[in-house]
């Protein structure tokens, strides 16, 4: 066999091992997400009423803002009595919302020129019924703060997918990457806002 070869055949088999490493991999994320998601419903209360909604992220400049500003939106379109904040758990005050999240937001109808960020604070947490963080990470921080919180911190992607996976952090990223976050975002919120109708109607 020439060396030429023999180098051909050892990165056919490297590449055939970071398949099946990438397999496993995947398959191992998949029952981690499917844990996750059994043990998270296991430890929340979902509220009923829900008066106060707290959506949190890292920086409170892209993620969070967009949350809450379509919430804001759809509690008001139905008429619901929900106070709606969001906050950044890695972040300070007084930073305006991300150009691109503004831009995505002027596109769906919401304003976001006024939001200024804000770190996450006790009061907010314990004002509200839900919270809604965007990482499994951002969860257990919130939980890890604020043990008492842990009934009410809810995952956005659970009303999106029933996942526990994230709401990618689009902060470095396109337009486009904006913009598929907000679609996400504006699913799940339209879950969320759906399950609070009964209860609102009920309460």
């Known amino acids: ?16 091992v970071r398949d099946v490493a990438r397999s ?3 398959a191992v994320n998949g029952v981690l ?4 998601y059994r043990m998270l419903l296991t430890r929340q209360s979902f509220p009923n009423p829900a008066n106060a909604i707290l959506v949190v992220c890292k920086g409170n400049i892209c993620r969070s803002p967009l949350a809450e500003a379509y919430l804001k ?32 937001g002027t596109q769906e109808g919401l304003l976001l020129g006024k939001h200024t960020t804000q770190p996450l604070h006790k009061e907010q947490v314990e004002r ?13 921080r919130v939980i890890k703060l604020y043990p008492q919180a842990t009934q009410k911190v809810f995952l956005l992607r659970q009303f999106y997918d029933q ?6 952090d689009p902060y470095s990223g396109t337009l486009q990457d904006f913009q598929v976050c907000f679609s996400m975002i504006k699913q799940a919120c339209d879950v969320l806002v759906m399950r609070m109708l009964p209860a609102a109607k009920s309460g």
Not at 4 to 12: C, Q
Not at 33 to 36: K, L, N, T
């Open 73 to 104: 939106h759809q509690v008001g379109k139905y008429g619901l009595p929900t106070v709606v904040e969001s906050a950044g758990l890695e972040t300070s005050f007084g930073k305006p919302a991300h150009p691109l999240a503004q831009v995505v």
């Open 33 to 36: 997400d499917q844990w996750r």
């Open 163 to 168: 996942s526990v996976r994230e709401v990618a």
């Open 1 to 16: 066999m020439s060396q030429v070869d023999a180098r051909s055949e050892v990165k056919v088999v490297s590449a055939s």
């Open 24 to 26: 496993v991999k995947r």
């Open 128 to 140: 509200a019924d839900i919270i809604l963080a965007m990482e499994w990470e951002q969860r257990n």
